[in-house]
């Protein structure tokens, strides 16, 4: 009986030391999470959770009242777990918020990128530009010097005096096409578009013809070859050409490059490039006045091509083997006037296009040599460009 009330007395403590342990267990536990849960919601990168992601932070907080209630009612285990899921969304809202912060870094990133793209494009344009006119003033100022400079030349030897007279010719004659370019630019214009100083024109060409006469008069002995004068009127041609480009809005560098690789594609043109714009040549391309069959062919292509680049005009030139006599100039203005019917007919528009006959003044190969004379006959076609 003794051993018996002996043992129970020792169970009963025993049980009391386990209800006691169980209890303090349960106090450590829900004492824990609750640090846990009020360390989460305190934390420094909690701060901004609640602005970048309210939602998921009123949730968080929502969890913490349970659990304080259910401790407050002495529900520890409601209380833990309340704790333990607080914890969880307070991290959650913070992992939210960062990703916030991400995609607007992200997006303020992309913004300043497209604008430093559009900075980057717009400065690169400027400097196309700022190239392209200072190029143009650098022209402008070479013509000028070139119109305004006078350096007077005094009677030499017969023999120089003879390579200066076809010197003078030659200027002579690219001033003349220089000036026919210029007129062409203005015919070709749309309404608003490039404006060719007519006066100043006017004014070259018209020098250009009393120099014409002057070089069909001999030289007298002792005269010196007006090459000075030749050189003013091709100089004044070509400030007439310039100023007209500057205020073009039509084909420029850009597009004459394009033209010119086009022309080059077909492989037997070989287009070359002058202060006119592109040029090509054909050899043989006539018997008599008329064409022969393989140059109105090139021809009526060159029209196709001019069709599609018509922001070009057109100047067809004859050049003469030899000084044309009045009959050969009659000749030349007929071939001009069949090359340029081939063009037309090939798609040219012949209102934005003109013949020009130049005799034998603009040589490519010694014109006294007889057995290479005959390349200086030829028919350029030029392809005008409107804008620098």
């Given at each position: 009986?003794r ?10 403590a025993?049980?009391s ?8 267990a ?12 009020e ?14 992601a309210?939602?998921q ?9 349970f ?19 607080a ?6 809202a ?20 497209a ?9 690169a ?8 006119s200072a190029?143009?003033?650098?022209a ?8 305004t ?17 076809a010197?003078?010719?030659s ?6 096409l ?21 006066g ?14 002057s ?34 809005a ?21 287009p ?25 062919r ?49 798609g ?41």
């Amino acid at each position: 009986m003794r051993l018996a009330t002996s043992t129970l007395l020792r169970a009963s403590a025993l049980a009391s030391v386990v209800l006691l342990a169980g209890g303090c267990a349960t106090t450590v536990i829900v004492a824990q999470s609750r640090t846990e849960m009020e360390s989460a919601r305190t934390g420094p990168v909690v701060k901004g959770a609640a602005e970048l992601a309210p939602q998921q932070f009123r949730r968080a907080e929502d969890l913490r009242d349970f659990s304080l209630e259910a401790e407050a009612h002495k529900d520890n285990t409601g209380a833990d777990l309340y704790a333990e899921r607080a914890v969880v969304a307070y991290q959650r809202a913070v992992v939210l918020a960062r990703l916030a912060r991400a995609i607007t870094a992200g997006e303020a990133a992309s913004a300043s990128a497209a604008r430093d793209e559009a900075e980057a494009q717009r400065v690169a344009a400027a400097r196309v530009e700022f190239e392209k006119s200072a190029e143009a003033t650098a022209a402008e100022l070479a013509v000028a010097r070139q119109v305004t400079t006078r350096v007077p030349i005094g009677p030499a030897d017969a023999a120089r005096e003879k390579a200066r007279l076809a010197e003078a010719r030659s200027l002579a004659a690219e001033g003349h096409l220089l000036c026919g370019a210029a007129r062409l630019i203005g015919r070709g214009a749309p309404a608003g578009g490039a404006a060719v100083d007519t006066g100043r024109l006017e004014a070259a060409e018209h020098e250009g013809l009393a120099l014409e006469a002057s070089l069909a008069r001999p030289i007298g002995p002792g005269k010196a070859a007006p090459l000075d004068a030749a050189m003013r009127v091709r100089a004044a041609c070509l400030d007439v050409l310039t100023r007209a480009r500057r205020g073009s809005a039509g084909s420029g560098a850009e597009d004459a490059d394009a033209l010119l690789t086009v022309l080059s594609s077909h492989g037997g043109w070989d287009p070359s490039r002058d202060e006119r714009g592109v040029v090509v040549t054909l050899r043989g391309a006539f018997k008599g006045t008329a064409l022969v069959a393989d140059a109105e062919r090139q021809l009526r292509e060159l029209g196709s091509v001019s069709a599609s680049h018509a922001s070009f005009s057109v100047q067809v030139v004859v050049h003469d083997a030899t000084t044309p006599g009045p009959a050969d100039r009659a000749a030349d203005t007929a071939r001009a006037k069949a090359a340029l019917d081939a063009l037309t007919a090939g798609g040219a528009s012949a209102g934005t296009a003109s013949t020009e006959t130049v005799g034998a003044n603009l040589p490519t190969t010694d014109p006294t040599d007889p057995r290479t004379r005959a390349r200086n006959a030829r028919l350029e076609v030029v392809f005008v460009a409107r804008s620098e």
